[in-house]
């Protein structure tokens, strides 16, 4: 099945920015819609933005939208998130994951894994003085 794997993470200053990759093997990332998700300590899962599966629409929460971009480059099958103007708030484990076309319909609401099937192991994303 679809194996998905995040990097990118760090430590960066509030202000800061970094790029996170999802690089899919096993099957190509051509048919996903791919979002990208955040877990901080004791808070749940929430979504952060999504793209589909033709990468012509993308949705993110209100919270990110100004500074972060998710973009796609099925040639490479490679998921980004560029996250610019960081936020200690953002400090987070960021997972990239994999659902149906249409998932990003529901990027942001409850029961994710329902919509979105697999998922990677989740990069540390730390922002901190």
């Known amino acids: 099945q679809l194996q998905l794997v995040e990097s990118g993470g760090g430590l960066v200053q509030p202000g800061g920015s970094l790029r996170l990759s999802c690089t899919a093997s096993v099957f190509t990332i051509d048919y996903y819609a791919i979002g990208w998700f955040r877990q901080a300590p004791v808070k749940e899962r929430e979504g952060v933005s999504c793209i589909t599966s033709s990468g012509g629409s993308t949705n993110a929460y209100d919270s990110v939208k100004g500074r972060f971009t998710i973009s796609r480059d099925n040639a490479k099958n490679t998921v980004y998130l560029q996250m610019n103007s960081l936020k200690p708030e953002d400090t987070a484990v960021y997972y990239c994951?994999?659902?149906?076309?249409?998932?990003?319909?529901?990027?942001?609401?409850?029961?994710?894994?329902?919509?979105?099937?697999?998922w990677g192991q989740g990069t540390q994303v730390t922002v901190s003085s």
């Open positions: 994951a994999a659902g149906w076309p249409s998932a990003c319909t529901y990027y942001s609401g409850s029961n994710l894994k329902d919509y979105f099937g697999s």
